[in-house]
Structure formats: structure tokens, C-alpha cells
């Protein structure tokens, strides 16, 4: 009898073999840049199984092209990748890998905050540039964070994790849930850090659009260690050059991989290639977790991690 193919569509930070037993055929696109689509549909086509990332769009026209499909597990935690109705629909679980990146994500955040609030990424471009000629009292004076308030927009587990650390700052802690907290209003006039930890959704998109980066505190650092489209990128490069923010850490892009022209030159803004999972603690659990998932399925189980229900 066949084995079931498993496609998993880039490398991972561990051997699948780890985690797959032998009963299934794998079938690994090992490279770090992600396929093209259409060999992403062409390979997906035999597969029972597909560990996807968030740059692999699984849509009605990719599920059409994979009918023995029976798990999409989405290597994140988010998962707006993902026609999630539409996999439900065809009976196709969907599962993501929750928990084991929220403290990498944290401290990603707070690498952002610190970095913008103290300046790094000046300091370390005239360190290397050799135009480091002594200390003096007035060079690259940065920010201060005790005292101060951090927004935190979404309040799941990486909200709170920002939010844990925060207390080792001196910093009050504001933030807005659909759940409960302060309005979106009060969040954008009262934070002098306002960090994103929302996942992107029809309500989420251009959450920060130009009104919104206008409320905002003059000055204020904006973060996002979320999803890139939360952000109107043309709307905070404006902000930005207006000098009414006092500056941007961002992970995630609207256009991801793409960076949008008006912020790459700028001094008050540090850009990570989206970095927030990256350990190789939280790489080894994501892939661990979304195999297992894989290989749960195929058994005829249910997933631990499904965000959807499949008859
Ligand atoms: C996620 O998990 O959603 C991240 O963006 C990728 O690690």
C-alpha cells in the first residue's frame, strides 16, 4: 500500500525524520526561500499532509490542487495564511504552534524597544563607520523607559509576556483586548510605547492607518512583532517624516519580504527580517509541534492544536 505523503514546504530546524515515523513519505522542499506557487501546488498535489509557513498561501485554488489533503499544520501561530473556511469545508484540519514562541517573541519586542529607545542602531553604524572619536556628554542621547506607559494592542500570551517584563522597566502598562483594558483611543493618546500583538484579520488590517498614528502621543515608539498589513506603512512613513512619532520597531512588513522605500533610510526606525520565533529552542518546538500534528492526523487522531473543527 502507498504511504501518505507528508510536504513539507521549507527546511526546518530539525530533521522531520525526529518526529516522522516511518509509515509516511516525506517529501521536503529544503531551502529557506519559499517555492515558487506553482510548485508549491504541483507538490502538494499527492500530499495527505502539508506543514506549511505563513509566505505559503493555502487557499481554496491550493486545496483544489491537493484533494488527498487531510492536515494543514501552519508552522506559527498565526495562521492568516490560511483559508481557514475553506479547509474546513473540505475536512482539512488546521493547526498552529502556540505557547512555544511567546517568550522569544517577548524578548524580540523588547530588543526592538530598547534598541529605538537607546539608539543602537545609530551607535553601532558610527562605532563601525569610525566615527567614534571619544565619549562626549551629549552624544546619541536616547530615552529613558522607567516612568513611562507601554500600550500593548492584543492582550493573548505574547501581549502578556511584553507586559511581565515591563514591570522590570518601571513601566506602566496599558492595553486593549477585545476582552476588556482601556479603549483603542485611550491606548493611542496615552502610550509612549505602543507594541502589536493582534493577529491580522479584516478587523486588524490598517488598525493603524493615519488617523490612528495620529492620535498617538507625539513621540511616541511604535512596535509590531505581529503582522506587517496591521500597519498602513505609506501612513506611518508620513507619521514618521512628520517627526509626530518619535519612532518605529518593526518586524513585519506590509508587503513581506518587500520593505517599503520610505523607511529603510530613516535613523529612528530599526527593521528585523521577522525574527520574533527565531531560537533555536522556539524553531526545534514549532516544527516539533506542527509534525507531530502531521503524524496525529494520519493516525486517524485528533490534533492538540487545531483552530478549526473538521467532522
Ligand atoms: C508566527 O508564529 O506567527 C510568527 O510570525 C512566525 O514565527
Not at 44 to 71: M, N, W
Not at 116 to 141: I, K
Not at 249 to 261: Q, R, S
Request: proline fraction near 5%; include cysteine; hydrophobic fraction near 45%.
Amino acid at each position: 500500500m502507498q504511504k501518505p505523503r507528508v510536504f513539507i514546504a521549507r527546511r526546518l530546524a530539525l530533521d522531520p525524520r525526529q518526529v516522522l515515523g516511518a509509515g509516511v513519505e516525506i517529501d521536503l522542499h529544503d531551502s529557506e526561500s519559499a517555492l515558487p506557487r506553482a510548485e508549491l501546488l504541483r507538490r502538494a498535489h499527492e500530499s495527505s499532509g502539508l506543514v506549511a509557513t505563513l509566505a505559503d498561501k493555502v487557499d481554496g485554488e491550493l486545496l483544489d490542487a491537493a484533494p488527498r489533503l487531510r492536515i494543514v499544520a501552519n508552522h506559527a501561530v498565526g495562521y492568516d495564511n490560511v483559508d481557514v473556511p475553506a479547509c474546513t469545508r473540505r475536512s482539512v484540519w488546521v493547526t498552529n504552534t502556540p505557547d512555544v514562541l511567546t517568550d522569544a517573541t517577548a524578548d524580540l519586542t523588547w530588543a526592538l524597544i530598547l534598541a529605538l529607545a537607546r539608539r543602537l542602531r545609530e551607535g553601532e553604524r558610527l562605532l563601525r563607520s569610525g566615527g567614534f572619536s571619544g565619549w562626549a556628554p551629549t552624544m546619541l542621547l536616547g530615552r529613558e523607559l522607567r516612568g513611562r506607559t507601554l500600550g500593548i494592542f492584543g492582550y493573548g500570551r505574547i501581549g502578556q509576556a511584553v507586559a511581565r517584563r515591563a514591570e522590570g522597566f518601571g513601566m506602566r502598562v496599558l492595553f486593549n483586548t477585545r476582552g476588556g483594558g482601556v479603549s483603542f483611543e485611550e491606548l493611542l493618546e496615552e502610550s509612549d510605547v505602543l507594541s502589536i500583538h493582534v493577529p491580522l484579520s479584516t478587523q486588524t488590517r490598517h488598525a493603524f492607518g493615519p488617523a490612528e498614528l495620529l492620535r498617538m502621543k507625539r513621540g511616541a515608539l511604535l512596535i509590531n512583532t505581529a503582522r506587517g498589513p496591521i500597519v498602513d506603512e505609506a501612513a506611518l512613513v508620513a507619521a514618521l517624516a512628520a517627526r509626530h512619532l518619535g519612532g518605529a520597531g518593526l518586524d513585519v512588513f506590509e508587503n513581506e519580504p518587500a520593505v517599503h522605500p520610505g523607511l529603510a533610510g530613516r535613523d529612528d526606525v530599526v527593521l528585523l527580517p521577522h525574527l520574533g520565533s527565531a531560537t533555536q529552542e522556539a524553531r526545534e518546538a514549532m516544527a516539533r509541534i506542527a509534525l507531530s500534528e502531521v503524524e496525529r492526523v494520519l493516525r486517524g487522531e485528533r490534533p492538540l492544536h487545531a483552530v478549526n473543527e473538521v467532522p
